[in-house]
C-alpha cells in the first residue's frame, strides 16, 4: 500500500520559516517527481514545488523565491522549506508523487498538514 506521510506542519507568525517533510513508502519512487500542493479555506488546490529524479526543482508563482524543495538520500522523502511566510500560505499541504510534471497532476497524494500563517 502506497502512503504518502506529511509532518511538520503548525502555526506561525508571519515572517517564519517552516520545513515539511514527507516519507513515501510502498513502492520504489526513484523514478518519480515528488513535491507538494496547497489548499486553502475555500480554495482550489495550487501547485507549490517539485522535484524530479535528476534534481531539477520546479515551483509555482507562490513560491518561487520563498520556497526551496529538496529530496532525500533514498529518493522516497522530500522536503519542503518555507521563508518569509505570509498569512497567505495558510492551508493544507499535501505531498504528492507522480510519473509527470507535477503542476499537471500527480498519481500519489498524502494527508495532507495544516500550516496557520498568522499576521
Known amino acids: 500500500q502506497v502512503q504518502l506521510i506529511e509532518s511538520g506542519g503548525g502555526s506561525v507568525q508571519a515572517g517564519d520559516s517552516l520545513t515539511l517533510s514527507c516519507e513515501a513508502s510502498?513502492?520504489?519512487?526513484?523514478?518519480?517527481?515528488m513535491g507538494w500542493f496547497r489548499q486553502a479555506p475555500g480554495k482550489g488546490r495550487e501547485f507549490v514545488a517539485a522535484i524530479d529524479p535528476f534534481g531539477s526543482r520546479y515551483f509555482g508563482d507562490s513560491a518561487k523565491g520563498r520556497f526551496t524543495i529538496a529530496r532525500g538520500t533514498a529518493d522516497n522523502t522530500v522536503y519542503l522549506q518555507m521563508y518569509r511566510l505570509k498569512p497567505e500560505d495558510t492551508a493544507v499541504y499535501f505531498c504528492?508523487?507522480?510519473?509527470?510534471?507535477?503542476?499537471?497532476?500527480?498519481?500519489?497524494r498524502g494527508q495532507g498538514t495544516q500550516v496557520t500563517v498568522s499576521s
Open positions: 504528492v508523487a507522480g510519473k509527470r510534471t507535477l503542476s499537471q497532476g500527480y498519481d500519489y
Open positions: 510502498g513502492r520504489s519512487f526513484s523514478g518519480f517527481d
